[in-house]
Each structure stands twice: as structure tokens, then as C-alpha cells.
């Protein structure tokens, strides 16, 4: 890509890009007519500039930033600004805490119901022993 792409991808004008880099006007009107290759950095900087975060770590590859909003987007379109950002990773820590909840809640319902199964096969029933299901049901109906 040349530069004057990259420049007007990053939303800078040369005067500014030359601000932003600490090079001269002069160097820049250099860079811009292709007499001096534009160095890797500025290269790089200008990309970042303009959105490109894979450029930076290949991990991601597709992740933008949309300049002068400051929002990341997605490969897939989601935006995020740093207010949602900083929601999800509180909305996540709080997931897991109710996940954390659930299980302890669950653990205890299967310790109460392994209990509960093993009174049963202990204790004598009415409804175990056939002579005291029809005694249970006389006391019942009140005969």
C-alpha cells in the first residue's frame, strides 16, 4: 500500500503524520513521492492508525479499531467501546459467581438427596410391608 493511502486511511494529513512521527514536512513530502522508503515503524503506526490491529499481533487478524470513535469491532461486526468492554468483563466475573453459586447449591441438593435415599432404605415404610399398607390405609380413611 503506498503512503498516501496509508495517510489517508489513518485520517492524517501529512502535517499531522509529521507531527505524530517527529519527521520533518520535507521528509514526508519524500516519503509521500516515493524518494525514501517510508520506515517499517511509521509503516506500522500508520496502520494501527487506521484501524488494523492484526498488524500489531496476528492473533487479531480482523479486529479493527474505528478511528475517531475509539470502538473495537469484531471480524464478525460486534462493536465494543470501552464502556462495554468494561461491562463485559464485570457481566462475566458476575456469571461466574452465580455459576460458583449454582454448583455449591447443587452439590448440597445431591448430598441432601443421597441422605434423604438412604433414610429411606433404613427406616420401614408402610408401602415395604404388604400387612402395614393396609393397616397405614385403615388409620387413613379412619376405619
Do not use: C
Not at 517510508?38 to 499481533?57: F, I, N, S
Not at 479493527?64 to 468494561?86: A, N
Amino acid at each position: 500500500m503506498d503512503t498516501a493511502t496509508l495517510l489517508r486511511n489513518a485520517r492524517l494529513t501529512p502535517e499531522q503524520a509529521a507531527t505524530l512521527t517527529s519527521y520533518t514536512a520535507r521528509q514526508w513530502r519524500r516519503f509521500l513521492s516515493g524518494a525514501a522508503p517510508l520506515p517499517v515503524p511509521v509503516r506500522l503506526l500508520l496502520e494501527l492508525r487506521a484501524g488494523d490491529l492484526g498488524r500489531l499481533w496476528p492473533e487479531w487478524s480482523g479486529w479493527t479499531i474505528r478511528p475517531g470513535v475509539g470502538e473495537i469491532v469484531s471480524p464478525v461486526g460486534h462493536w465494543y467501546d470501552p464502556d462495554k468492554l468494561i461491562a463485559s468483563f464485570w457481566w462475566e466475573q458476575k456469571i461466574q459467581l452465580r455459576n460458583d453459586e449454582l454448583e455449591r447449591r447443587a452439590l448440597a441438593l445431591e448430598a441432601e438427596n443421597a441422605a434423604l435415599r438412604a433414610r429411606i432404605e433404613r427406616e420401614p415404610t408402610p408401602w415395604r410391608t404388604p400387612g402395614k399398607v393396609l393397616a397405614f390405609m385403615r388409620n387413613e380413611n379412619g376405619n
